[in-house]
């Protein structure tokens, strides 16, 4: 798959892509509110097979990763929410260094767009994030999605509790 807009290419993963990853998931700062520490070579290596093998919702679900310029700045990726009917959770990730120029938000829009609303099954999008995520948390407001739970010292991150917080959006809100 690929998606293109001015200035992105949103594509699949290709076995090649591992060093591009690696390059910004092995930032701390990136992976400061994952819930995963940052990726050595190995590590990277095993995502991107796995992240391969999903290439569209029929698969369980689309990872793309999101080049400007040929290089890889970040991914995205929409799969079915577990035990939620007819529900798509997004999720985002972005080299530190892509930040402030509206990559993600373009990103994250052009998937909603021509991925998971193009279904037309697809009643409602959702997408969680460590509470302290305050960049997450204006691009899900961005996209128009609105925030609807905060969840207290419900996950382990690093050795500590966090908060989620919770944002969605119905099909309905788009025409809004």
């Not at 007819?86 to 120029?101: C, I, K, N, P, S």
Request: proline share 2%.
């Amino acid at each position: 798959m690929e998606l293109k807009t001015d200035r992105l290419t949103l594509r699949s993963y290709r076995s090649t892509d591992a060093g591009a990853l690696l390059r910004y998931y092995s930032d701390p700062e990136v992976c400061e509110y994952l819930f995963h520490g940052p990726w050595d070579e190995t590590q990277a290596r095993n995502m991107v097979e796995q992240r391969c093998r999903r290439t569209s919702l029929d698969d369980g679900g689309v990872n793309l990763v999101v080049e400007a310029n040929r290089v890889v700045i970040g991914n995205v990726a929409a799969w079915f929410a577990a035990g939620k009917e007819q529900t798509l959770e997004l999720g985002w990730v972005f080299a530190a260094d892509a930040r402030g120029r509206g990559y993600a938000t373009e990103a994250v829009q052009t998937l909603l767009d021509d991925v998971v609303f193009a279904v037309p099954e697809v009643h409602r999008v959702i997408a969680e994030m460590d509470g302290r995520n305050t960049a997450s948390a204006a691009l899900a407001e961005r996209l128009g999605m609105r925030r609807e739970a905060h969840f207290v010292a419900d996950r382990r991150c690093e050795d500590q509790w966090t908060n989620t917080v919770g944002y969605a959006m119905l099909r309905q809100d788009r025409s809004m």
